[in-house]
Every structure is written in structure tokens, then in C-alpha cells.
């Protein structure tokens, strides 16, 4: 006796194991909303919708073939939409069947797995559209010309000085012990493989020329520190020789103006102290006049001042500003307080505060000085000529100082009566990383700088004229 089938076997043949073999042989029909499916795959979607009871494992990753793809998900709704009765009905069997597909793609079965193509691989990211990615570039350019120009407002507007509280807080920080690890860390020899990426991104990211430096290979520096002393080409900085002035360092200037009432302008509206800046006269004199009166050697002139700031990507060595002689090095440890000009606006008599080094001294026109003030990170600073400097020691007395004389000294090769001759445009000392150099002179009173606040300068360039 022969069994006849049953009515839905013969509606709905099994196809299963034709879904995913063969080629995509598309219907010749393309008004079909099923065009991007083949004839098997679209007698299985059929069985599919009749079907009722809950749609087994398989029938999920079956899912998650067929709908693959934003055409497929729109012809199945264009379907349903044509072969249910209401349009609710069809708009959420889509999405059951489409949701289905997508959570078997996430967790799929190891039999659905095994079934798959090994070079599908993972399932791509999706394409950054034009216009997404036009809003978020757009953003990022208005977010950074906002940031710059608040910058410059915040340049313009009154300082806002930070209370003796807040500068105490500040100052516990331990940004001492911060610089010697630094320095340690600078210290210590990189791979060779390491070096390049390392360096490139510092390069990278604070704008290094190293078409300037003497040696461009990257791994012929074996450290950081290396890197930072780098030694540039002999013709990338010409001094200027009619300049009786120049600049001592790369940088960018800070401020400058003639020195009124023994206070210096630290940046517009903040001033500090010229004695606390220098300490006390090497020798007592009995004259009542002002610090800064003793400091002129005549009344018919005036004294200067000219601030230049060291970024991290600057040049980190500094050179002689003139010709002239180094009698005195005075040395005050201190706190290693950030120097950037937005804390210079924050804080009154930074400068001060800090660690530096004051190299003062006598040129043509009378009294010079060129002062080498250390930053966070920036704990090391040395003078070539001088081997006994030794900075951002683990203690120190608050408010000491150590001199040491270099007249009438013979333990120095350019020594003399007169001190360490220095000429214009000659190496001086260096920084680890970046910081600040003052420079404070006497000049007749007709000097002028040929400056602009926040201008670049670079070593060698004039600084003013007579």
C-alpha cells in the first residue's frame, strides 16, 4: 500500500540543503520584490512565513544568510507587504525574522559554523558615510579654532592671580621628584628598533625639525636625552652680526620692556620682584639707593628685560646673547612650577618660585645678566663651563642660595680677573626638555626692541638696536 504525501509536503519540498550551495541564479522576473533571491531559497522563505509554531536553529541560520544585506531585508518587506493582509503584520514579521538573523550571527551554532566558508571571515565594519564623516571633521576644526581663539581671549583678558592658598597647594605637588624620575628615564638607552617609533611621535606631536639637526637618523640617539641636546647645523642658526643683542635660544617671546620701580613684568599685569629675582648685592653697600639704582652703572640708562620661552620641540640649548663676562653664578633651588604662559598668568613671581640658575655679569653698557629658569620636568640645567652646578637636588633650604665667584679664579680654562668671557652666539648651557631664560640688562636709555609679543624667534636673531 502506497502512502500518498501530505498536503504540505507537497506545498513546501525540503530545500534546506540547497539554500546555501549553488549559484545565485536570480529570477527572470525583476518586478519581483524576490529578484535578489534565488528559486530555492525563495520556496524556503515561503515555508518559512507558513509555518507555525516557534522556527528551529537551522531556520535561524538560514536567516541570517538570506538576509544579509540592507537589498535583501527591503525586498522581503516588499513581499510581505504584498502577501499579508495588513501592512503591521508584515513590517513585524520582517523585523522578527531579521532579528533573528542578526542574534544568530552573533552566537552562531557550531553546526552553522562548520557549514560556512572559512574565507567570510568576520563580518565587516561598516563604511563611515560622506556626510558623517563631513560633520565630525567639521566638528573637530570648529572645536580646535574655538580652542585657539579662547586662547587668545584668554590672553587679552585681565589676569586672574591665584591666592597664596592655591599657590601653596600647588607648590606640595611633588613635581621635584617628578623631574629626577624624568631625567633617570631620559637617561636610560633604547632599544634600537624602539627608537624611531618613540622619536617620530615626539616629532610628531610638538612639530621637531629634524631637517635642523646635525644628525637626522633617529637611531643614532640612544636616549631621550640625547635626543632633546640634539646639535643642529652649523648653518641653520647665523648670528647676526650687527646686532649688539641677540636672542639666546629658540622660543617664543614672552614679554620685554624696561625694568620701572625694581619690578619686572613677568607677563602683562603681573610683576615680580628684581631682588627677589637676583638675591640680595654680593657685596653690602651702605647706599640707600633702590636695588635697581645699584645695579646701573649710570643714571643716563635704563635697565631691560626680555623673556623667552622654550617649548618642548624647541632647540634645547641656549647660547650667549652678546659679548661679554660671567663674574658671578648664584644658584637657588626652589619648586619646578610649570612656566607655560597660561600658569605665568596664574601664578605672581613664578619666576621666583622656581629653580634657576643667574649667570650675571658686566657687557659695554654696564650690568647683564642671563638667568636659566627650570619647569616641571625640568629639573636639570647646565652650564658648560661650570662642572660643580648640580640642580633639583632631593633637599634644599627654602629661600638659600649658593654663589660661586669666577673672578680671579685659575681652575677655569677661559677664566680671568675679569671672569668667563663669553662671545655672541657661543653655547652657554641646556635644558633636559624646555623652560625659560630672562635676560636683564643695562643699555642707554634710546634702546629699542624690535619684538612683538608672542613672536617666534629663533637663536642668533636680533633682539633690539641702538
Not at 663676562?325 to 613671581?349: C, D, I, Q, T, Y
Request: aromatic share 10%; net charge positive.
Amino acid at each position: 500500500m502506497v502512502r500518498s504525501a501530505s498536503p504540505a509536503a507537497m506545498r513546501a519540498p525540503d530545500t534546506r540543503g540547497q539554500i546555501f550551495t549553488g549559484e545565485q541564479n536570480f529570477a527572470q522576473d525583476r518586478s519581483s520584490p524576490l529578484t535578489c533571491f534565488n528559486d530555492s531559497q525563495s520556496v524556503f522563505l515561503e515555508v518559512l512565513l507558513l509555518k507555525s509554531g516557534p522556527v528551529s536553529r537551522e531556520q535561524h541560520c538560514a536567516c541570517a544568510t538570506l538576509f544579509r544585506g540592507r537589498r535583501r531585508r527591503r525586498s522581503l518587506t516588499q513581499h510581505l507587504l504584498t502577501s499579508h493582509p495588513t501592512k503591521m503584520m508584515a513590517v513585524s514579521t520582517a523585523r522578527l525574522l531579521s532579528g533573528a538573523s542578526r542574534k544568530c550571527c552573533r552566537a552562531p551554532s557550531p553546526r552553522c559554523s562548520q557549514s560556512r566558508s572559512l574565507s567570510s571571515g568576520l563580518r565587516p565594519l561598516p563604511r563611515p558615510r560622506p556626510f558623517t564623516l563631513l560633520i565630525v571633521t567639521g566638528g573637530c576644526y570648529l572645536g580646535y579654532h574655538q580652542y585657539k581663539r579662547r586662547g587668545q581671549l584668554d590672553e587679552e583678558a585681565a589676569p586672574h592671580l591665584a591666592t597664596p592658598t592655591q599657590v601653596a597647594l600647588y607648590r606640595t605637588f611633588p613635581t621635584r621628584f617628578m623631574s629626577r624620575a624624568w631625567g633617570r628615564l631620559n637617561g636610560l638607552d633604547l632599544p634600537t628598533w624602539l627608537r624611531k617609533p618613540i622619536y617620530s611621535l615626539y616629532i610628531w606631536t610638538f612639530g621637531v625639525n629634524m631637517q635642523e639637526a646635525a644628525v637626522e637618523d633617529l637611531h643614532h640617539y640612544k636616549n631621550l636625552g640625547e635626543f632633546f641636546r640634539r646639535r643642529l647645523k652649523p648653518a641653520v642658526r647665523p648670528v647676526c652680526a650687527a646686532s649688539c643683542l641677540t636672542s639666546p635660544a629658540d622660543g617664543r617671546i614672552l614679554h620685554f620692556g624696561q625694568v620701572q620701580n625694581s619690578q619686572v613684568e613677568q607677563v602683562k599685569g603681573v610683576t615680580y620682584s628684581l631682588e627677589n629675582f637676583l638675591g640680595p648685592p654680593s657685596r653690602p653697600s651702605p647706599d640707600p639707593a633702590s636695588f635697581q639704582d645699584r645695579l646701573l652703572s649710570s643714571p643716563d640708562r635704563a635697565l631691560f628685560h626680555v623673556v623667552v620661552y622654550l617649548a618642548p620641540g624647541d632647540y634645547h640649548c641656549f647660547h650667549s646673547p652678546a659679548d661679554w663676562r660671567v663674574e658671578l653664578r648664584r644658584h637657588f633651588p626652589g619648586s619646578l612650577m610649570s612656566v607655560n604662559p597660561g600658569v605665568a598668568r596664574w601664578v605672581k613671581e613664578l619666576f621666583c618660585l622656581n629653580e634657576r640658575v643667574v649667570l650675571s655679569g658686566q657687557w659695554r653698557h654696564g650690568f647683564f645678566s642671563l638667568t636659566a629658569v627650570g619647569a616641571t620636568n625640568v629639573g636639570s640645567i647646565r652650564v658648560y663651563f661650570d662642572q660643580e652646578l648640580r640642580t633639583n637636588a632631593p633637599r634644599y633650604s627654602k629661600g638659600s642660595f649658593q654663589d660661586r665667584s669666577y673672578v680671579a679664579t685659575s681652575d677655569q680654562v677661559k677664566a680671568s680677573e675679569g671672569g668667563v668671557a663669553l662671545c655672541k652666539g657661543e653655547p652657554v648651557g641646556e635644558f633636559n626638555l624646555g623652560s625659560t631664560i630672562v635676560l636683564l640688562f643695562e643699555a642707554p636709555a634710546d634702546f629699542t626692541f624690535d619684538l612683538q609679543p608672542g613672536q617666534r624667534i629663533r637663536m642668533g636673531e636680533p633682539l633690539g638696536s641702538l
